[in-house]
Protein backbone atom coordinates (compact mmCIF):
# COMPACT_ATOMS: atom_id res chain seq x y z
CA UNK A 1 0.00 0.00 0.00
CA UNK A 2 0.95 3.08 -0.58
CA UNK A 3 2.53 5.24 2.38
CA UNK A 4 1.79 8.95 1.65
CA UNK A 5 3.93 11.70 3.84
CA UNK A 6 1.18 13.26 5.15
CA UNK A 7 -2.67 12.42 6.14
CA UNK A 8 -4.85 14.84 7.43
CA UNK A 9 -8.46 14.29 9.03
CA UNK A 10 -10.81 16.87 8.17
CA UNK A 11 -11.21 18.98 5.27
CA UNK A 12 -12.51 22.13 7.22
CA UNK A 13 -10.49 25.21 6.72
CA UNK A 14 -7.72 24.10 9.52
CA UNK A 15 -7.23 20.91 7.67
CA UNK A 16 -7.42 22.48 3.84
CA UNK A 17 -4.86 25.20 4.54
CA UNK A 18 -2.23 22.51 6.82
CA UNK A 19 -2.64 20.55 3.55
CA UNK A 20 -1.88 23.59 1.37
CA UNK A 21 1.23 24.30 3.16
CA UNK A 22 2.60 20.81 3.56
CA UNK A 23 1.60 20.30 -0.70
CA UNK A 24 3.24 23.33 -1.22
CA UNK A 25 6.70 22.20 0.23
CA UNK A 26 6.66 19.15 -1.80
CA UNK A 27 4.80 17.03 0.74
CA UNK A 28 2.61 14.05 -0.86
CA UNK A 29 -0.51 15.15 1.21
CA UNK A 30 -4.08 13.57 1.40
CA UNK A 31 -7.03 14.88 3.15
CA UNK A 32 -9.66 12.50 4.49
CA UNK A 33 -12.82 14.47 4.70
CA UNK A 34 -16.09 12.69 5.45
CA UNK A 35 -18.55 14.71 3.90
CA UNK A 36 -18.54 15.99 0.54
CA UNK A 37 -17.11 19.65 -0.02
CA UNK A 38 -17.76 22.40 -0.12
CA UNK A 39 -18.22 21.84 3.31
CA UNK A 40 -21.07 24.05 5.51
CA UNK A 41 -20.91 24.62 9.51
CA UNK A 42 -22.29 27.05 12.05
CA UNK A 43 -19.64 29.69 11.64
CA UNK A 44 -20.35 33.81 12.18
CA UNK A 45 -17.73 34.25 8.94
CA UNK A 46 -15.78 37.34 9.76
CA UNK A 47 -12.30 36.92 8.89
CA UNK A 48 -10.00 39.44 10.33
CA UNK A 49 -7.35 40.98 8.63
CA UNK A 50 -4.37 38.75 9.36
CA UNK A 51 -6.48 35.48 8.68
CA UNK A 52 -6.87 37.23 5.02
CA UNK A 53 -3.84 37.58 4.76
CA UNK A 54 -2.91 33.72 6.04
CA UNK A 55 -4.80 33.21 2.94
CA UNK A 56 -3.38 35.11 0.35
CA UNK A 57 -0.60 33.35 1.60
CA UNK A 58 -1.58 30.12 1.16
CA UNK A 59 -2.85 31.25 -2.49
CA UNK A 60 -6.76 30.37 -1.90
CA UNK A 61 -7.63 34.21 -1.85
CA UNK A 62 -7.12 33.69 -5.33
CA UNK A 63 -10.08 31.23 -5.55
CA UNK A 64 -12.21 33.46 -3.31
CA UNK A 65 -15.33 34.35 -5.21
CA UNK A 66 -16.12 37.40 -4.59
CA UNK A 67 -19.93 37.71 -4.65
CA UNK A 68 -19.92 35.61 -1.80
CA UNK A 69 -18.18 37.77 0.86
CA UNK A 70 -17.99 40.97 1.74
CA UNK A 71 -15.49 43.24 3.37
CA UNK A 72 -15.84 44.82 6.48
CA UNK A 73 -14.36 47.62 8.38
CA UNK A 74 -14.98 47.40 12.05
CA UNK A 75 -16.69 45.69 15.32
CA UNK A 76 -19.91 47.85 16.15
CA UNK A 77 -21.29 46.51 19.82
CA UNK A 78 -24.67 47.02 19.97
CA UNK A 79 -26.49 47.16 24.02
CA UNK A 80 -29.60 46.90 24.88
CA UNK A 81 -30.68 50.21 25.38
CA UNK A 82 -29.26 50.82 21.86
CA UNK A 83 -26.12 52.74 22.70
CA UNK A 84 -22.89 51.40 20.44
CA UNK A 85 -19.16 51.32 20.21
CA UNK A 86 -18.03 51.13 16.63
CA UNK A 87 -14.00 50.34 16.25
CA UNK A 88 -12.45 50.34 13.06
CA UNK A 89 -9.95 46.96 12.40
CA UNK A 90 -6.56 47.88 11.21
CA UNK A 91 -6.34 48.18 7.13
CA UNK A 92 -7.02 46.39 5.25
CA UNK A 93 -9.94 45.03 7.68
CA UNK A 94 -11.74 42.21 7.63
CA UNK A 95 -13.53 39.61 5.26
CA UNK A 96 -17.50 38.31 6.22
CA UNK A 97 -16.92 35.17 4.00
CA UNK A 98 -20.01 32.20 3.36
CA UNK A 99 -18.26 29.45 4.74
CA UNK A 100 -19.08 27.34 1.14
CA UNK A 101 -17.36 30.42 -0.79
CA UNK A 102 -14.21 29.94 1.64
CA UNK A 103 -14.44 25.99 1.44
CA UNK A 104 -14.59 26.03 -2.57
CA UNK A 105 -11.18 28.56 -2.28
CA UNK A 106 -9.28 25.84 -0.29
CA UNK A 107 -10.58 22.91 -2.17
CA UNK A 108 -9.49 24.61 -5.03
CA UNK A 109 -6.20 25.98 -4.08
CA UNK A 110 -5.86 22.32 -2.18
CA UNK A 111 -6.07 20.58 -5.66
CA UNK A 112 -4.58 22.97 -7.31
CA UNK A 113 -0.64 22.22 -5.41
CA UNK A 114 -1.58 18.45 -5.66
CA UNK A 115 -3.32 17.76 -2.48
CA UNK A 116 -5.22 14.77 -2.89
CA UNK A 117 -8.72 15.02 -1.38
CA UNK A 118 -11.27 12.22 -0.24
CA UNK A 119 -14.50 13.05 0.00
CA UNK A 120 -17.13 10.82 1.96
CA UNK A 121 -13.93 9.69 3.70
CA UNK A 122 -14.57 9.38 7.25
CA UNK A 123 -12.07 7.53 9.09
CA UNK A 124 -13.19 5.77 12.06
CA UNK A 125 -10.27 4.12 13.62
CA UNK A 126 -6.55 4.73 13.40
CA UNK A 127 -3.33 2.66 14.42
CA UNK A 128 0.07 3.58 14.81
CA UNK A 129 2.89 1.96 13.04
CA UNK A 130 6.20 1.17 13.15
CA UNK A 131 6.71 3.92 10.77
CA UNK A 132 3.48 6.35 10.81
CA UNK A 133 0.26 5.72 10.77
CA UNK A 134 -3.09 3.85 9.80
CA UNK A 135 -6.17 4.68 9.02
CA UNK A 136 -9.22 2.93 8.37
CA UNK A 137 -12.04 4.67 6.21
CA UNK A 138 -15.39 3.04 4.83
CA UNK A 139 -13.58 2.86 1.30
CA UNK A 140 -10.28 1.30 2.40
CA UNK A 141 -7.12 2.03 4.54
CA UNK A 142 -4.49 4.74 4.30
CA UNK A 143 -1.15 4.61 4.94
CA UNK A 144 1.05 8.06 6.28
CA UNK A 145 4.21 9.14 7.95
CA UNK A 146 2.28 12.15 10.06
CA UNK A 147 -1.19 12.13 10.80
CA UNK A 148 -2.68 15.32 11.04
CA UNK A 149 -6.06 16.37 13.51
CA UNK A 150 -8.03 18.67 11.90
CA UNK A 151 -11.12 17.10 12.51
CA UNK A 152 -13.13 19.43 14.49
CA UNK A 153 -14.35 20.59 17.93
CA UNK A 154 -15.35 17.10 18.95
CA UNK A 155 -12.02 15.50 17.50
CA UNK A 156 -12.21 11.75 17.72
CA UNK A 157 -8.63 11.59 17.05
CA UNK A 158 -8.04 14.17 20.19
CA UNK A 159 -10.10 11.78 22.69
CA UNK A 160 -8.79 7.98 20.85
CA UNK A 161 -4.96 9.86 21.28
CA UNK A 162 -5.93 10.46 25.08
CA UNK A 163 -5.45 14.21 25.13
CA UNK A 164 -8.64 15.46 25.78
CA UNK A 165 -8.92 16.99 29.00
CA UNK A 166 -12.32 16.90 30.31
CA UNK A 167 -14.07 20.88 31.11
CA UNK A 168 -16.74 21.29 33.70
CA UNK A 169 -17.05 25.24 33.16
CA UNK A 170 -20.16 27.11 31.75
CA UNK A 171 -21.45 25.38 28.26
CA UNK A 172 -21.73 27.93 25.50
CA UNK A 173 -23.10 27.16 22.19
CA UNK A 174 -23.53 28.82 18.34
CA UNK A 175 -26.20 28.53 15.91
CA UNK A 176 -26.35 30.70 12.49
CA UNK A 177 -29.04 31.50 9.58
CA UNK A 178 -28.43 33.87 6.38
CA UNK A 179 -30.94 36.32 5.87
CA UNK A 180 -31.24 37.88 1.99
CA UNK A 181 -30.68 41.35 2.09
CA UNK A 182 -28.61 43.89 1.50
CA UNK A 183 -25.73 44.24 4.71
CA UNK A 184 -27.32 47.33 6.57
CA UNK A 185 -23.48 48.02 7.79
CA UNK A 186 -19.66 47.91 7.36
CA UNK A 187 -19.33 46.58 10.58
CA UNK A 188 -19.41 43.48 12.08
CA UNK A 189 -22.21 43.72 14.96
CA UNK A 190 -22.03 42.38 18.10
CA UNK A 191 -25.70 42.78 19.81
CA UNK A 192 -25.66 41.79 23.92
CA UNK A 193 -28.64 40.74 25.76
CA UNK A 194 -28.73 38.49 29.04
CA UNK A 195 -27.30 35.56 28.64
CA UNK A 196 -27.11 35.68 24.71
CA UNK A 197 -25.09 37.71 21.92
CA UNK A 198 -26.29 37.64 18.18
CA UNK A 199 -23.66 38.42 15.65
CA UNK A 200 -24.46 39.94 12.43
CA UNK A 201 -21.75 39.58 9.41
CA UNK A 202 -22.20 40.67 6.01
CA UNK A 203 -21.55 37.80 3.95
CA UNK A 204 -22.44 38.71 0.24
CA UNK A 205 -23.75 41.74 -1.76
CA UNK A 206 -27.04 40.04 -0.59
CA UNK A 207 -26.73 37.97 2.34
CA UNK A 208 -26.37 38.96 6.11
CA UNK A 209 -25.31 36.08 8.36
CA UNK A 210 -26.64 35.71 12.01
CA UNK A 211 -25.03 33.79 14.51
CA UNK A 212 -26.13 33.46 17.98
CA UNK A 213 -23.66 32.46 21.04
CA UNK A 214 -25.80 31.69 24.29
CA UNK A 215 -24.97 29.88 27.79
CA UNK A 216 -26.43 27.01 29.00
CA UNK A 217 -28.46 28.11 31.89
CA UNK A 218 -28.99 31.46 31.43
CA UNK A 219 -30.56 30.07 28.40
CA UNK A 220 -31.96 27.01 27.39
CA UNK A 221 -29.38 24.23 25.88
CA UNK A 222 -31.26 23.62 23.28
CA UNK A 223 -33.29 26.42 21.58
CA UNK A 224 -34.06 27.94 18.43
CA UNK A 225 -33.08 30.14 15.80
CA UNK A 226 -36.63 32.29 16.57
CA UNK A 227 -36.69 32.05 20.50
CA UNK A 228 -33.31 33.24 20.48
CA UNK A 229 -33.86 36.31 18.14
CA UNK A 230 -36.84 37.41 20.21
CA UNK A 231 -33.97 38.42 22.72
CA UNK A 232 -32.90 40.86 20.29
CA UNK A 233 -36.34 43.28 19.50
CA UNK A 234 -34.27 45.66 17.30
CA UNK A 235 -32.46 42.81 14.95
CA UNK A 236 -35.87 40.84 14.52
CA UNK A 237 -37.65 44.33 13.49
CA UNK A 238 -35.03 44.60 11.02
CA UNK A 239 -35.24 40.88 9.84
CA UNK A 240 -39.01 40.85 10.33
CA UNK A 241 -40.29 39.35 6.16
CA UNK A 242 -36.87 38.72 5.17
CA UNK A 243 -36.44 35.55 3.28
CA UNK A 244 -33.78 33.36 5.04
CA UNK A 245 -30.87 32.52 2.81
CA UNK A 246 -29.91 29.35 4.55
CA UNK A 247 -30.99 26.49 6.82
CA UNK A 248 -30.13 26.91 10.80
CA UNK A 249 -26.99 24.91 11.98
CA UNK A 250 -25.55 24.92 15.25
CA UNK A 251 -22.50 23.80 16.93
CA UNK A 252 -20.96 23.34 20.86
CA UNK A 253 -20.41 22.79 23.35
CA UNK A 254 -17.25 25.36 22.41
CA UNK A 255 -14.74 25.39 24.91
CA UNK A 256 -12.46 22.50 24.28
CA UNK A 257 -8.79 21.24 25.80
CA UNK A 258 -6.46 19.37 24.52
CA UNK A 259 -3.15 18.13 26.59
CA UNK A 260 -0.85 19.49 23.71
CA UNK A 261 -1.02 19.62 20.59
CA UNK A 262 1.66 17.21 19.41
CA UNK A 263 2.50 14.04 20.08
CA UNK A 264 5.07 11.15 17.77
CA UNK A 265 3.48 11.45 14.16
CA UNK A 266 0.90 13.32 15.13
CA UNK A 267 -0.53 17.10 15.36
CA UNK A 268 -3.76 18.61 16.17
CA UNK A 269 -4.79 21.97 14.51
CA UNK A 270 -7.79 24.01 14.37
CA UNK A 271 -10.68 23.92 16.74
CA UNK A 272 -9.44 19.72 17.47
CA UNK A 273 -6.48 21.95 19.19
CA UNK A 274 -8.39 24.00 21.91
CA UNK A 275 -10.97 26.52 21.46
CA UNK A 276 -12.46 29.30 23.99
CA UNK A 277 -15.49 30.32 22.41
CA UNK A 278 -16.50 32.52 19.06
CA UNK A 279 -17.41 34.95 20.34
CA UNK A 280 -14.03 37.43 19.13
CA UNK A 281 -14.37 35.82 15.64
CA UNK A 282 -10.69 34.35 15.78
CA UNK A 283 -11.21 30.63 15.21
CA UNK A 284 -10.68 30.66 11.62
CA UNK A 285 -7.70 32.73 12.03
CA UNK A 286 -6.52 31.43 14.63
CA UNK A 287 -7.13 27.88 12.73
CA UNK A 288 -4.86 29.63 9.45
CA UNK A 289 -1.69 30.74 11.98
CA UNK A 290 -1.08 27.71 13.27
CA UNK A 291 -1.86 25.28 10.18
CA UNK A 292 1.15 27.65 8.04
CA UNK A 293 3.29 26.92 11.31
CA UNK A 294 2.87 23.28 11.28
CA UNK A 295 3.13 22.69 7.21
CA UNK A 296 6.31 24.98 7.23
CA UNK A 297 7.80 22.41 10.21
CA UNK A 298 6.49 18.96 8.41
CA UNK A 299 9.45 18.74 5.88
CA UNK A 300 12.01 19.36 8.83
CA UNK A 301 10.34 17.44 11.36
CA UNK A 302 10.08 14.28 8.72
CA UNK A 303 13.57 14.73 8.23
CA UNK A 304 13.87 13.96 11.06
CA UNK A 305 11.64 11.18 12.09
CA UNK A 306 8.55 13.47 12.97
CA UNK A 307 8.73 12.53 17.19
CA UNK A 308 7.52 15.29 19.33
CA UNK A 309 10.58 17.16 19.72
CA UNK A 310 11.19 18.23 16.13
CA UNK A 311 7.33 19.13 16.84
CA UNK A 312 7.66 21.81 19.77
CA UNK A 313 8.29 24.83 17.49
CA UNK A 314 4.48 24.41 16.35
CA UNK A 315 3.39 23.62 19.95
CA UNK A 316 5.18 26.84 20.67
CA UNK A 317 3.32 28.89 17.85
CA UNK A 318 0.35 27.45 19.34
CA UNK A 319 1.18 28.85 23.07
CA UNK A 320 1.70 32.22 21.89
CA UNK A 321 -1.04 32.68 19.58
CA UNK A 322 -3.61 30.81 21.74
CA UNK A 323 -2.56 32.50 24.71
CA UNK A 324 -3.63 36.16 23.45
CA UNK A 325 -7.03 34.51 21.62
CA UNK A 326 -7.81 32.74 25.29
CA UNK A 327 -6.92 35.90 27.19
CA UNK A 328 -9.40 38.04 25.01
CA UNK A 329 -11.90 36.12 25.05
CA UNK A 330 -11.76 35.16 28.33
CA UNK A 331 -11.97 38.76 29.14
CA UNK A 332 -15.28 39.81 26.62
CA UNK A 333 -17.03 36.35 27.90
CA UNK A 334 -16.68 38.24 31.75
CA UNK A 335 -18.36 41.28 29.86
CA UNK A 336 -20.58 39.45 27.93
CA UNK A 337 -21.84 38.25 31.75
CA UNK A 338 -21.75 40.83 33.93
CA UNK A 339 -24.11 43.88 32.07
CA UNK A 340 -23.93 46.18 35.26
CA UNK A 341 -20.17 46.48 34.16
CA UNK A 342 -20.64 45.64 30.51
CA UNK A 343 -22.67 48.80 30.00
CA UNK A 344 -20.52 51.44 31.30
CA UNK A 345 -17.18 50.41 29.29
CA UNK A 346 -19.15 49.62 26.01
CA UNK A 347 -20.73 53.48 26.65
CA UNK A 348 -16.99 54.69 27.22
CA UNK A 349 -15.78 52.94 24.49
CA UNK A 350 -18.54 54.72 22.17
CA UNK A 351 -17.07 57.63 23.23
CA UNK A 352 -13.66 57.03 22.97
CA UNK A 353 -13.15 55.53 19.10
CA UNK A 354 -9.45 55.74 19.31
CA UNK A 355 -9.46 53.50 22.45
CA UNK A 356 -11.74 51.23 20.83
CA UNK A 357 -9.18 50.77 17.47
CA UNK A 358 -6.15 50.66 19.82
CA UNK A 359 -7.78 47.83 22.12
CA UNK A 360 -9.12 46.20 18.61
CA UNK A 361 -5.53 46.52 16.88
CA UNK A 362 -3.42 45.04 20.08
CA UNK A 363 -5.92 41.97 19.41
CA UNK A 364 -5.79 41.33 15.88
CA UNK A 365 -2.57 42.06 14.71
C1 LIG B 1 -21.58 30.03 16.04
C2 LIG B 1 -20.12 30.15 15.65
C3 LIG B 1 -19.65 31.36 15.14
C4 LIG B 1 -18.32 31.46 14.74
N1 LIG B 1 -17.90 32.65 14.21
C5 LIG B 1 -16.64 32.77 13.74
C6 LIG B 1 -16.23 33.96 13.08
O1 LIG B 1 -16.98 34.91 12.88
N2 LIG B 1 -14.93 34.02 12.66
C7 LIG B 1 -14.06 32.99 12.83
O2 LIG B 1 -12.89 33.11 12.43
N3 LIG B 1 -14.44 31.85 13.45
C8 LIG B 1 -15.70 31.71 13.89
N4 LIG B 1 -16.10 30.54 14.46
C9 LIG B 1 -15.12 29.45 14.62
C10 LIG B 1 -14.83 28.73 13.32
O3 LIG B 1 -16.05 28.30 12.74
C11 LIG B 1 -13.92 27.52 13.61
O4 LIG B 1 -12.81 27.97 14.36
C12 LIG B 1 -13.43 26.87 12.33
O5 LIG B 1 -14.49 26.27 11.63
C13 LIG B 1 -12.38 25.78 12.65
O6 LIG B 1 -12.08 25.05 11.50
P1 LIG B 1 -11.62 23.53 11.62
O7 LIG B 1 -11.17 23.15 10.25
O8 LIG B 1 -10.70 23.36 12.76
O9 LIG B 1 -12.93 22.72 12.02
P2 LIG B 1 -14.25 22.41 11.18
O10 LIG B 1 -14.59 23.56 10.33
O11 LIG B 1 -15.24 21.93 12.17
O12 LIG B 1 -13.81 21.20 10.23
C14 LIG B 1 -13.60 19.91 10.72
C15 LIG B 1 -13.85 18.94 9.57
O13 LIG B 1 -13.50 17.62 9.97
C16 LIG B 1 -14.42 16.72 9.41
N5 LIG B 1 -14.36 15.49 10.21
C17 LIG B 1 -14.63 15.34 11.53
N6 LIG B 1 -14.42 14.06 11.92
C18 LIG B 1 -13.97 13.40 10.81
C19 LIG B 1 -13.57 12.05 10.57
N7 LIG B 1 -13.57 11.12 11.55
N8 LIG B 1 -13.17 11.69 9.33
C20 LIG B 1 -13.16 12.61 8.32
N9 LIG B 1 -13.53 13.90 8.49
C21 LIG B 1 -13.93 14.29 9.73
C22 LIG B 1 -15.75 17.45 9.48
O14 LIG B 1 -16.70 16.94 8.54
C23 LIG B 1 -15.32 18.88 9.16
O15 LIG B 1 -15.41 19.20 7.78
C24 LIG B 1 -17.42 30.38 14.88
C25 LIG B 1 -17.90 29.18 15.42
C26 LIG B 1 -19.23 29.05 15.78
C27 LIG B 1 -19.70 27.75 16.33
Redesign the pocket.
Known sequence: MKRHDVVV????????AVAIAAAQRGLDTVV????STP?D????????PS?LAALERLGALAHLDRRESSPFVGIRYVQEDGTTAEGKLPAPGGLGVRRLALSTALVTRAREVGVDLREY????AHQRTDEGVMLE?PTGAVQARFLVA????????RRAEGLDVALDGPRRF???RHFRCVPWTPY?EVHFASGVEA?V?PAGAERVGI???WEAGTVAERVGFEALLAHFPRLAEKLAGVEPDSQVR???P?ARVARTRVADRFAL????AG?VD?VT???????FACAESLGALLPDALAKGAGRDTLMPYERTFQRVFRKYSWTTHGLLMLARRPRLRRPVVRLLGHSPWLFERILAAVVT
Do not use: I, N, W
Open positions: VGGGPAGLLERSVKACGEGLMGSQVVTADGLASPLGLRVYTAFLGAGLVGDAYAGEGLTLA
